[in-house]
């Protein structure tokens, strides 16, 4: 560990993605999560030192060890879905927000409160209960008086895996922002259109001491699908025949014909499979299989149903193949090295996976954001800058 390492505190930490994604100039203070399954496999990758496994709301401030310069947390989603009724910042799980924040509440009045928080969540935070959930959190954040921004990155980006999602960055008051991580205007791919009319629906109080994050996009990805696909899973079998016919005659006209499409090509083809319930045009519904073909999976979801396990075709000539996407699979399409142990139950790795944070965009959110304004300031304080 560097003598200059900065430190953090992770939150609903899963299994550390965080943690990958910061790397080694970061030194984690305090980490924890609920899920006794996630935390087995954050001792296995990380060590448990750090390591508090239990519910946020029996956390006590005294607990927090030291003054770390980042607290991350990604807070539960389900509450700010469709699949959990949009009950946002009141539902059981994405509710948990609150005992987050009097934690960051009571450090504040110990002098002890992050420079930088960075909340992750689904892109439905921006609109839930018509953006008062989205205008609540950035209230809090700005009462203890940090500056407040958005952005939406989408893993897309890094790894062949489309996973949009919207991180709030608040930045202690006291910080000197430079001008490279930070804009007049709201400016692409990060800034999108859902957080300007997000931001819009602010208060103007609130709206002043807004923040337009501003990041390079990185460079053009060359990373496919099929680059991470493992020869011989051992996580996973291979479909039947007949099962794998099943999956192509649950196609509509549209999805098949990228099937045929692909079989006219002279190499291997590799396509993303998610079953969905659909109206067909008597408004009935049925199950689907789409796909694409593009070289990118769909967004890895926690496995809560047969239909949200992703399956992958094969396609090769009149020789097609199929079965679900292997546990090492997934975990490469969150940028996790090979050397990550993952659980070696499936359902239990591809529920880590699915609802974890891709590290290469918090790789991204750190060196090109958070760490610049840090050595910045260091170099003030130095006389330097």
Avoid at 92 to 112: C, D, I, V, Y
């Amino acid at each position: 560990m560097q003598n200059n390492a900065f430190t953090f505190y992770e939150f609903f930490a899963g299994a550390g993605m965080v943690r990958q994604g910061l790397g080694p100039t970061w030194q984690c203070l305090f980490a924890n999560d609920f899920d006794p399954k996630k935390a087995a496999t954050y001792k296995r990758n990380w060590g448990k030192a750090e390591f508090q496994e239990g519910d946020i709301r029996n956390i006590a401030c005294e607990e927090l060890p030291g003054k770390a310069d980042l607290a991350w947390a990604s807070f539960p989603c389900q509450d700010l879905s469709l699949a959990g009724n949009y009950q946002g910042l009141k539902g059981a799980r994405s509710g948990t927000f609150w005992p987050f924040w009097q934690l960051m509440h009571e450090l504040h009045g110990k002098n002890r409160a992050p420079e930088f928080i960075v909340l992750e969540n689904v892109c439905g935070a921006l609109t839930s209960h018509q953006g008062k959930d989205f205008i609540a959190i950035c209230a809090s954040l700005q009462q203890l008086g940090y500056r407040v921004g958005a952005v939406v990155m989408d893993a897309v980006h890094f790894l062949p895996q489309s996973r949009p999602r919207l991180f709030i960055i608040g930045a202690a008051g006291n910080l000197s922002i430079p001008h490279q991580v930070m804009a007049t205007t709201p400016s692409p791919p990060w800034n999108t259109s859902a957080i300007e009319r997000a931001f819009n629906m602010l208060p103007t109080e609130m709206q002043q001491h807004w923040i337009w994050w501003h990041m390079p996009q990185p460079p053009t990805r060359r990373l496919r699908l099929i680059d991470l696909i493992e020869p011989n899973p051992e996580s996973v079998s291979w479909h039947s025949a007949e099962e794998t016919e099943k999956i192509l005659n649950m196609m509509s006209e549209v999805n098949r014909s990228k099937v045929d499409y692909a079989q006219q090509l002279d190499h291997l083809v590799v396509g993303a499979v998610y079953r969905r319930t659909r109206s067909n045009a008597k408004g009935e519904k049925v199950q689907r299989a789409e796909i694409r073909m593009d070289g990118i999976a769909g967004c890895l979801r926690t496995p809560s149903g047969g239909s949200s396990r992703q399956i992958l075709l094969f396609i090769e000539g009149s020789k097609i193949k199929s079965r679900l996407i292997s546990s090492r699979e997934t975990a490469r399409l969150m940028g996790l090295p090979d050397t990550y142990k993952l659980p070696e139950n499936y359902n239990e790795a591809y529920h880590l996976t699915g609802d974890g944070v891709a590290a290469p965009v918090v790789r991204h959110i750190a060196g090109h954001l958070i760490e610049p304004v840090f050595e910045f300031n260091r170099s003030i304080s130095k006389g330097v800058a």
